[in-house]
């Protein structure tokens, strides 16, 4: 075909196993943390403060990516930070997943008065600037990893919510659903048994964007320091401390930027690389 | 030399099968000639060929379109497009969809006068409603007003006729313009078209599947059979000894 | 007229969502660990001092009555005093509002700009390599959110290409004539381009991050719609009249498909606002949502809800314009 289009997307394989690859290697340092970074993320050299990455003169080998004002190892608080960033990714992905879906396939699937105080709770919800939000959120509550996930569940639960009502209401319009139900089963029965199977596609792509945005958010909230405390390393308190001396070290914040550009990057394209494989199953 | 002669034409999808096979026809100055065939025999492509608007996933592959003794195929697209949007006209099929929803009507028939043709806006502005009074359109100056989604398919139709004529094209080609009406209105509408030709001596490709439409107003006809001319005769032969299921 | 009483009901589902958001961020708030008047006093300060500062600012009574205070006051017009800001929240918040406007609907328009050609070029030169690079570039700037392209922004134009500024509102050493805090519209009315320059430089950058997930979505959305109206008779019809593809697509295909476009946007603009917030704090931009986390880190209670009440004005605000704007486009809708 003389489709040029068609030519780029014959490459989707890639774009579903280079970032998993990506994300797969970050779960591994995140893991192994202490064995992979050459250096403690946490000693401070001030004899060592403010040195390039290695490619630069004046460099310390040693010292891979460089160091901070500080004199802390850039390239091993990137790895150690990794830690945080997943487990933010996946704990609050899970129970934003949970708490929306759940919900969500309530509301489409009894309808009624569930779905009416459901949907009005979704658009006062909604009403709310979800930055300004997830910000006031971290100050109420006392800064930490479970605020941060905390913070997120509350904030984002309404996108599961409205993707799978929709996706409840439209599956439970369906004929296999209603001979379900004249074979006997329960109101509940059916919705776990019938449509949450052909609903889980959908949960599995939305909960894949999920984990790249609470990486997001997290990143985010450590910027604005409000993340958890401060002598942990993570991307976002990094890339903080590097815009203020950018101009003397810019390497502080280049390169925690490069990895959660790539991380967030990687957890979009796998969520649309399995939006695609999944969609000509679904309909 | 007819007006329109198409020689050797084959179109088929890209990367795919064909859609017509070595099409030969021809259409004289003044003449009404029919083209025939199942829904799907490849009749509208034909149209589309000449007038350019074939879909973008099928192509043309050999052979020529002449009008007038220029063969477009040959001419550079902006070249071809003004020709075309000088000379001919389409009467569409669908008086639902082929009017812009959003655009009163005296426009969409005098814009094309205006601006492809050059015309004053007053001269456009008159030929419009000479035009809709000739295809008895009663108060015309309230319609040239109106929005389409404010009249029936019936008067739509109309107007769509009433605007491929105002250019005074030399060729019209009408794709199955009587198949989306009630049988009622198809009389009246092909009386009009056929009176419109008459006045003017427009050059008309008629494209159908009804061979009873053909009867009453064309003079030749071609029958097209999965992409390929298989009859080509007067109409008056082919009733008396037609050859083809 | 039908009209008439949509807006009236739109009005009061608005009015009901507003109250929704005031409760639950006065209620929310003040579960808040960390008492804001012990923040803002010297160490050393006496239990007296915070007791007194405490009553001051009302927050020992309980709480649905500070509510109802505070409730009154609104009605009134006045949104209480902020803490570490010592001045009425509402002129504060006023004060700042015009910065974040201007800097939002630049980058309206930016994208509005980027993704419109992007969607005009992608449908002329459809099924075509140029399209399938506009497609992966959509692709790429929606999996970003705009705090990261903020980043990337400042790295490449703040150190690499030093071209635009990277920080504030406006350089700080400039004496600024102004009467109102809209910058940008009066620098230009009172014909001072020297400084419409600077101001412009400062705004570049960040309105350009924010710009890109909407430039995307408008580019993504106003293609899909453009290429599905270049498919209908009316379109056709008008190529067969002579008009070359570039001009059927402005002038047929592109009025029709805005329609459907301009609903989403309505809502993702509202989203862009909300990103003012961080991009502010990254610019260093002097607007409402910079003084919105300072007010949070701070716990500026009536500064909070000031400032949370008024984004939910604008975005539900912004919400009813573009059910008006769509209902009033749609001439089916209009005569209909």
């Known amino acids: 075909m003389a489709d040029g289009r068609a030519q780029i997307r014959r490459s989707a394989g890639l774009r579903l196993w280079l970032p998993a690859a990506w994300l797969l290697t970050l779960l591994v340092v995140a893991i192994f943390a202490p064995w992979v970074a050459p250096k403690d993320p946490l000693a401070q050299d001030l004899f060592s403060g403010g040195l390039p990455p290695f490619w630069v003169h004046g460099a310390d080998r040693s010292f891979l990516l460089g160091t901070d004002s500080l004199g802390r190892d850039v390239l091993s608080r990137i790895i150690f930070g990794t830690r945080i960033a997943l487990s933010v990714a996946l704990i609050s992905g899970v129970l934003t997943c949970a708490v929306g879906a759940s919900l969500g396939l309530l509301a489409g699937f009894y309808r009624g008065w569930v779905d009416t105080v459901v949907s009005r709770f979704i658009d006062i919800w909604m009403a709310f600037p979800p930055v300004l939000f997830s910000i006031l959120l971290i100050a109420v509550l006392r800064p930490g990893l479970f605020s941060i996930i905390l913070a997120i569940v509350v904030i984002d639960w309404t996108r599961f919510a409205r993707v799978i009502r929709a996706e409840a209401m439209t599956q439970g319009a369906m004929d296999y659903v209603a001979s379900a139900r004249v074979s006997g089963r329960g109101k509940f029965g059916t919705m776990v048994r019938e449509i949450l199977p052909n609903v889980l596609p959908i949960i599995v792509v939305l909960l894949t964007l999920e984990m790249g945005i609470a990486v997001i958010v997290e990143a985010i909230l450590s910027f604005v320091n409000l993340s958890i405390s401060t002598d942990d390393p993570t991307w976002g308190g990094m890339i903080s401390e590097g815009r203020t001396s950018i101009h003397q070290a810019w390497w502080v914040l280049v390169f925690p930027l490069i990895t959660l550009f790539l991380t967030v990057l990687s957890f979009s394209q796998l969520g649309e690389g399995l939006k695609d494989r999944f969609d000509p199953v679904l309909r | 030399m007819n007006y329109l002669s198409i020689r050797n034409l084959s179109v088929r999808i890209k990367g795919g099968g064909p859609l017509l096979r070595d099409v030969s026809l021809e259409v004289a100055a003044g003449e009404v000639r029919g083209l025939v065939g199942e829904s799907g025999a490849g009749k509208s492509m034909i149209g589309k060929a000449i007038l350019g608007i074939l879909p973008k996933a099928v192509e043309i592959t050999s052979g020529e379109i002449r009008l007038d003794g220029t063969d477009l195929l040959t001419l550079p697209p902006a070249a071809r497009r003004i020709k075309v949007g000088a000379t001919c006209a389409l009467i569409p099929q669908d008086p639902l969809t082929a009017l812009n929803p959003s655009r009163r009507i005296g426009p969409q028939i005098t814009d094309r006068l205006v601006d492809i043709l050059g015309w004053a806006r007053s001269k456009a502005d008159a030929r419009a409603m000479a035009l809709l009074a000739e295809v008895q359109i009663t108060d015309p100056a309230r319609v040239l007003r109106q929005y389409p989604h404010e009249l029936s398919g019936g008067m739509r139709q109309r107007i769509l006729i009433a605007s491929a004529f105002a250019a005074e094209p030399k060729l019209i080609v009408a794709d199955e313009p009587t198949t989306a009406l009630d049988v009622t209105v198809q009389k009246q509408i092909l009386k009009l078209i056929a009176g419109l030709q008459a006045r003017r001596g427009t050059a008309l490709l008629f494209v159908t599947h009804d061979l009873g439409v053909v009867s009453k107003v064309c003079q030749s006809l071609s029958v097209l059979y999965s992409g390929k001319v298989v009859e080509d005769t007067t109409v008056a032969d082919f009733f008396r000894a037609p050859t083809h299921p | ?336």
């Open chain 3, 1 to 336: 007229m039908a009209l008439l009483r949509t807006l009236l009901l739109r009005l009061m589902t608005t009015a009901i969502t507003l109250l929704g958001v005031a409760v639950i961020v006065f209620f929310v708030i003040r579960v808040v660990p960390g008492n804001p008047i012990a923040m803002m006093l010297p160490p050393g300060a006496t239990a007296e001092d915070i007791a007194r500062l405490t009553a001051l600012y009302g927050l020992d009574k309980p709480i649905p009555q500070q509510f109802l205070i505070w409730g009154l006051g609104v009605l009134h017009g006045d949104f209480g005093t902020s803490i570490t800001l010592r001045r009425p929240v509402l002129d504060l918040v006023l004060g700042r509002l015009p910065a974040t406007l201007e800097l939002s609907v630049m980058a309206l328009v930016f994208a509005i700009l980027i993704g419109g050609t992007a969607a005009l070029t992608g449908t002329r030169l459809r099924a075509t390599r140029v399209e399938g690079a506009i497609d992966i570039a959509h692709g790429m700037a929606l999996s970003v959110p705009d705090f990261l392209w903020g980043l990337l922004l400042i790295v490449v134009f703040g150190v690499v290409f030093p071209v635009f500024q990277i920080s504030g509102r406006v350089t700080p050493s400039l004496q600024l004539p102004f009467i109102t805090n809209f910058y940008l519209v009066e620098s230009i009315l009172r014909l001072r381009f020297d400084l419409t320059k600077d101001l412009l430089s400062h705004m570049f950058l960040p309105s350009v991050a924010l710009a890109i997930p909407l430039a995307a979505i408008i580019g993504q959305l106003l293609k899909q719609c453009l290429k599905e109206t270049m498919h209908l008779d009316y379109v056709t019809l008008a190529r067969t009249q002579g008009y070359s593809e570039a001009r059927v697509i402005w002038r047929q295909a592109l009025p029709n498909a805005i329609l459907p476009t301009l609903t989403l946007v309505g809502v993702q603009f509202t989203f862009l606002i909300g990103g003012t917030v961080i991009i502010e704090r990254l610019f260093s931009y002097e607007g409402l949502g910079n003084m919105a986390i300072d007010a949070v880190i701070n716990r500026d209670l009536p500064l909070i809800q000031g400032i949370v009440i008024l984004f939910a004005v604008i975005f539900t605000g912004v919400n009813l314009l573009v059910d008006l704007t769509y209902a009033a486009l749609n001439p089916r809708l209009r005569h209909g």
